[in-house]
Structure formats: structure tokens, C-alpha cells
């Protein structure tokens, strides 16, 4: 074959190859008539139902720990029993104490009992006395004995008297001094059983122990969790958005759940709560949703991606979105023409008006 006959297959070959690619690129497409949603997409993680982080109301050691990562705990059920010497040192003075009071009170030795002895006996003194006043008294007035003598028996009539009730008196004084007293050794007594408590960590819920912050003999302080824990049974959603979409997530709307511990498979559920404050450090909102028929086995932490669904449309008039240019125009037979779009997702766009279902579509240059 001559050097000419080689040049002139090569160029035919390089021809038909460019005029193949240029066909390929002009082949045209139709919109479709099909139901189009348009969603807000949002990562996610799985989370239990009422979970919290328990604290301690009080520093100190850890004694022992009374459960393991996925036990199940009632309500009021013992995670952690703290230990310090000086609450339960405390009680014991707080219970002396309050012994001491109550003894001080009712006690046979108490001083309410001088007291009330003290008054017997000025009782019986002031009958005395006032009975040698009266006799004084009429003999007096039968010019018999002195001045002295009926002075004398009356200033022991009065002094007898007075005597009495300053008694009285004292014995009221002493008896809401020594009630005061018994009160607040009570009240010491109990704070002190509260204090001793607070050294014991229960559960706040029925639920599961999800993870243990802290190892027996490690220092607890007020600010650091030892435990959490939430429900076993029921997960919720958690989804954060993205601040241009939130305006559009309402309530009661439905999701598209994909979860990464279970791939191909996708589930539903129903927004159920929208936080109303951005976090600043991640710069989204925080959406919840909750299953409507959730997966056999859940577990806290596991990730995935969600779609809102913002809203739905049949019979719409759709184009793949790689079709319309940025301007709203899709190139057609006639040339570029404008549209107006209505409901677009990730990969499709709604036409609502600029053409047909029968319009040649061709895609336009990048």
C-alpha cells in the first residue's frame, strides 16, 4: 500500500471516529411524565430515647460499680456507690447530737424536769406563805402583833409569788429553746443522711447502661459524667441541617432514612421535633425524626444520611438537571430556550412551562 493509500484510510478512520463522538453527543432526549419530591439532605446518627449523661452531686472516690455497659437499669437502680469519709463522719455527729437534743428535752435528767420540780416547790411555798399572810393579816386586824410582823409575812406572800412566775416563765423560755434546738438537730441529722446518700448514683430511667466514664478508684468531680444511659427500646433520629434549608423542615414531614449498618435498605420515618437555635460550631440545625418501622437491632452512635421530604408532585414534566444550563434554558431542536422550573432534587428538575414531553432535548455546552 503506497504512503497516499495509508493517509487517505487514516484520515477516513479519524473522520468517522469524530463524526461517531459528535452523533453520540447529539442524541436527543425527552422529558418523562413521573412523580417528583424535592428533599433536604442531612447527615445523621442514631441516638436513644430520653439518653442523659448522670453526674455525681458530690466529689470523691469510686468505691465499686454495680453494672456493666449494656445492662438494663429500673429507675432508681444503683450505677455507682462513691466513697468519703467525712459525710458518714458527719451522720455519726449529726446522730449524737441529735440524741443529745432529745435527751436534753424529754429526758428524767432533763432541765425542763428541774424546772417543773423548781415550780412544785414554789407552789407548795407560795400556799404557805399566803396562808401565814391571810392569818397575819387578821390578827392585824384585830390589833394583834406588830407592824414588822404583818410587813414581814406579806413580803414573803409577794416574794413567793414572783418567785413563781419567774419559774413559769423560765420553763416556757427553756422548753422553746430546748424544741428549737431538738428541730435543728433534726434538720443536721437529716441533711447529714442526704449527704451520705448523695454518694450512692442511681438511674434516673428504665433503660440501658449505653457506656461507663469511670473505673473504680478514680476521683469524680462535679463536672464530669460517669455514666450514660437512655432508653433500650426506643432511638431517635438525629439529623443536622444545613441553615439555607431549615426554613423549609417542618414537623410531621416524611424521611428517607439510609443507615450504613444496613446498605440498600431504607426506612421511614417522621420528623418530630426541630430545634429553633443553630450550633455555632458546626453551623447547623438540629432536626429529630423518629421510625415508623425501625430496623430489627439499633445501636447508639451509628451514621447515615436522611432526605426531607419537602414535597411531592405526579405527573410532572421532568429533565435530568446535567440539561438545563444556569441560565433556566434547555437546548432544544429550535435552539436554547428558557424555562421555569419548579420542583428539583439532586439529579432531576421540574419543567412547568418553555416545552413539551415530545421536545427534543440535547445537552448543552459546558
Not at 111 to 134: P, Q
Request: aromatic share 6%.
Amino acid at each position: 500500500m503506497s504512503a497516499y493509500s495509508s493517509y487517505r484510510l487514516f484520515s477516513i478512520l479519524l473522520l468517522s471516529l469524530l463524526l461517531s463522538a459528535c452523533g453520540e453527543d447529539e442524541i436527543p432526549i425527552q422529558p418523562e411524565l413521573t412523580t417528583v419530591t424535592e428533599s433536604v439532605y442531612a447527615s445523621l446518627s442514631i441516638r436513644p430515647d430520653s439518653a442523659y449523661f448522670a453526674y455525681a452531686s458530690v466529689t470523691g472516690l469510686v468505691e465499686r460499680i454495680s453494672i456493666e455497659e449494656g445492662d438494663l437499669v429500673a429507675k432508681g437502680d444503683k450505677i455507682m456507690q462513691l466513697v468519703n469519709t467525712s459525710p458518714e463522719l458527719n451522720r455519726q455527729n449529726a446522730a449524737l447530737a441529735l440524741d443529745q437534743a432529745r435527751q436534753n428535752f424529754t429526758g428524767a435528767a432533763s432541765l425542763v424536769n428541774e424546772l417543773e420540780e423548781e415550780i412544785s416547790m414554789a407552789v407548795l411555798k407560795l400556799e404557805n406563805d399566803s396562808i401565814n399572810f391571810v392569818k397575819q393579816q387578821n390578827l392585824w386586824k384585830k390589833n394583834i402583833g406588830t407592824q414588822n410582823d404583818y410587813d414581814t409575812r406579806k413580803l414573803a406572800y409577794r416574794t413567793s409569788s414572783r418567785n413563781l412566775d419567774l419559774l413559769k416563765n423560765r420553763l416556757n423560755r427553756t422548753k422553746n429553746d430546748l424544741n428549737t434546738q431538738l428541730k435543728q438537730a433534726e434538720n443536721n441529722y437529716q441533711n447529714a443522711i442526704t449527704n451520705t446518700r448523695d454518694y450512692t448514683v442511681s438511674s434516673l430511667i428504665h433503660g440501658k447502661v449505653y457506656q461507663l466514664l469511670k473505673e473504680p478508684g478514680e476521683l469524680v468531680s462535679l463536672q464530669e459524667p460517669l455514666a450514660m444511659l437512655g432508653s433500650a427500646t426506643h432511638f431517635v433520629i438525629e439529623m443536622l441541617i444545613d441553615e439555607v434549608d431549615i426554613a423549609k423542615v417542618e414537623t410531621s414531614q416524611s424521611v428517607l432514612i439510609a443507615l450504613d449498618a444496613y446498605p440498600g435498605e431504607v426506612f421511614k420515618a417522621t420528623v418530630s421535633k426541630v430545634y429553633p437555635i443553630k450550633d455555632e460550631s458546626t453551623q447547623t440545625f438540629t432536626v429529630e425524626a423518629t421510625f415508623e418501622s425501625p430496623p430489627a437491632r439499633l445501636f447508639a452512635g451509628l451514621s447515615g444520611e436522611a432526605n426531607i421530604i419537602i414535597s411531592s408532585k405526579e405527573n410532572a414534566l421532568i429533565i435530568p438537571r446535567s440539561y438545563l444550563n444556569d441560565a433556566d434554558q434547555v437546548k432544544t431542536d429550535d435552539g436554547l430556550i428558557s424555562v421555569k422550573t419548579g420542583l428539583i432534587n439532586l439529579d432531576k428538575v421540574e419543567i412547568l412551562s418553555g416545552i413539551e414531553a415530545s421536545t427534543n432535548l440535547y445537552l448543552p455546552q459546558q
